[in-house]
């Protein structure tokens, strides 16, 4: 049986395109000129990064030289080792450690000689890559409907938390290779896996895509938004949500400032300097300033079905870049 893996954004702007209701800006100018061209276009895209068709990648360092296998995905730049797999459940470390599994992976991290792994049938293990064989599996309830938004495996200390597709946080001791505790973080959607999973300063920050939890110093803060796109820099998250707001929060979510944009859709954010950028759906990038009391709005070129990946200070669309 096939796993099937989508954006929560295409669902809701295939139901939504009948009522003809977009965002329109009344003052505009165009950034056509700082629009950079790249090597190639973007082919598939995780929470990590994105491989071009000519199988190169793309990370939070830029647009790598190297090029994966063919056939073969980024997964992730974990500690300079890069992780890629295929459909097949074939996997490469460097383009040169090779293993083979039954499922495919869509999750990996790695620390020392143990790789956490997240399968695309939602079982998720630790599998130590010098000795060739796991040290910990486990299956988990299986989710056939998911958000490409899947968060990587986080190494704490002895634990390594996995986020799950049917919306947990398993949590699991690399010394015993013992579960220590399962949080349900997102119990009551059918779309649900954990998009986020981040510690920020002492903060732990977990999402699925209508919840994000804060977990600081034996305290939990929690918030319901339907999250459309994420960002975050220093002590600071950015929020777009499916309603058109923009939201800054703290790592404890209190809510910094807002801004409303009727209509819109925000495919991803970029941020520097606290400055938020936006790419719109419709065509259109929103420059906020940190202190949410000063709006810009540039025109580009932009379909809504195109492929994007945000680093940083950076915006990558099909086979564009712009850098803030």
Do not use: H, W
Request: aromatic letters at 14%; a positive charge.
């Amino acid at each position: 049986m096939k796993y099937i893996f989508l954006s929560i954004f295409a669902i809701v702007l295939f139901t939504s395109c009948s009522s003809k209701q977009f965002f329109e800006p009344i003052d505009t100018t165009s950034i056509e000129k700082e629009i950079i061209d790249i090597p190639s276009y973007i082919k598939e895209k995780n929470t990590q990064g994105a491989t071009l068709k000519d199988n190169r990648y793309i990370d939070n360092f830029g647009i790598s030289s190297k090029k994966l296998k063919d056939g073969f995905y980024f997964v992730n730049n974990n500690n300079s080792d890069i992780i890629s797999a295929n459909k097949q459940g074939e996997v490469y470390i460097n383009n040169t450690s090779y293993f083979k599994f039954k499922s495919a992976v869509i999750a990996a991290s790695i620390k020392g000689d143990i790789m956490a792994l997240i399968f695309a049938n939602n079982s998720i293990a630790l599998y130590d890559i010098k000795e060739k064989e796991f040290k910990f599996k486990q299956y988990q309830k299986v989710s056939y409907l998911n958000d490409i938004r899947i968060s990587m495996p986080l190494f704490l200390n002895s634990l390594v938390l996995f986020p799950t597709l049917d919306g947990n946080v398993v949590v699991v001791n690399t010394l015993t290779f013992v579960v220590s505790k399962t949080l349900n973080i997102d119990p009551d959607t059918q779309t649900n896996n954990i998009i986020l999973l981040k510690n920020i300063g002492d903060n732990l920050l977990i999402a699925s895509s209508n919840i994000i939890l804060s977990l600081s110093k034996g305290q939990a803060y929690k918030k319901n938004f339907f999250i459309q796109s994420y960002t975050y820099d220093k002590n600071y998250i950015y929020i777009a949500t499916l309603d058109g707001r923009i939201l800054k929060l703290t790592s404890t979510l209190d809510l910094i400032a807002s801004k409303k944009f009727k209509f819109a859709k925000f495919q991803t954010l970029a941020v520097k300097d606290e400055t938020v950028y936006a790419i719109e759906s419709q065509g259109f990038i929103v420059k906020i300033n940190k202190d949410f009391t000063k709006v810009e709005v540039d025109e580009i070129s932009f379909e809504n079905d195109e492929k994007t990946f945000s680093s940083k200070n950076k915006i990558y669309f099909e086979n564009k870049l712009i850098k803030f």
